[in-house]
Structures are given as structure tokens and as C-alpha cells.
């Protein structure tokens, strides 16, 4: 069942519905957000709280998007390494069979 969890990002108080066992994730995803927003707000100071949050939103978008490609690139090094492995082994057993 849907609860709703009081958050607050940047001095207002938000309700947002989670699931009850999603409810530290609430927190602690509000806990990023609002700190990335405090970052973005210091070292642009002057820019409206829209544009903070724009900047904000793209700051951690690109974020995002870096890590995927990590992590793809990392998928891609386990795919080489293990049919590398198969390989090897699929050596060793023919060679042995050999004997």
C-alpha cells in the first residue's frame, strides 16, 4: 500500500506516495536531490530556483548516463574475459583428451 512520506528539498515540504518498504529510499534519494540542488545553487549563484533545478536535473542526468556507459563498458570487459576462460578451458580439455 501506498504511503506518503514527508520530504523536503530546499526549505518546502513535499508529500510523495511510496511503497512502505521503499520508504528509506525516499529519504535518502530526497537526501541526494536536495543536496545536489544546494551545490548547484552555490556555485551558480544568481540563477533562479527553476533554472537551479534545470541545472540540477541535467547535472545528475549526465551523471546517470556516465555510469551506464561504465557499466556497459564493464559488462563488455566480463563478456571478453569469460569466453577468454571458455576458451582456455575448452583448450585444456581437448588437449588432455589428447593424452
Not at 541526494?32 to 533562479?48: A, D, I, P, R
Not at 540540477?56 to 561504465?70: G, P
Request: charged share 30%; proline share 1%; net charge negative.
Amino acid at each position: 500500500m501506498d504511503k506518503p512520506v514527508k520530504i523536503n528539498i530546499l526549505g518546502s515540504e513535499y508529500l510523495i506516495k511510496s511503497d512502505e518498504n521503499d520508504v528509506d529510499s525516499v529519504y535518502q534519494i530526497a537526501e541526494f536531490v536536495n543536496g545536489k540542488l544546494k551545490e548547484t545553487y552555490k556555485s551558480s549563484e544568481g540563477l533562479s530556483e527553476r533554472k537551479t533545478a534545470i541545472l540540477t536535473a541535467l547535472n545528475i542526468a549526465s551523471d546517470y548516463f556516465q555510469v551506464l556507459q561504465e557499466r556497459d563498458e564493464l559488462k563488455r570487459k566480463i563478456r571478453e574475459k569469460s569466453e577468454s576462460l571458455i576458451l582456455a578451458v575448452a583448450r585444456a580439455a581437448f588437449f588432455n583428451l589428447g593424452s
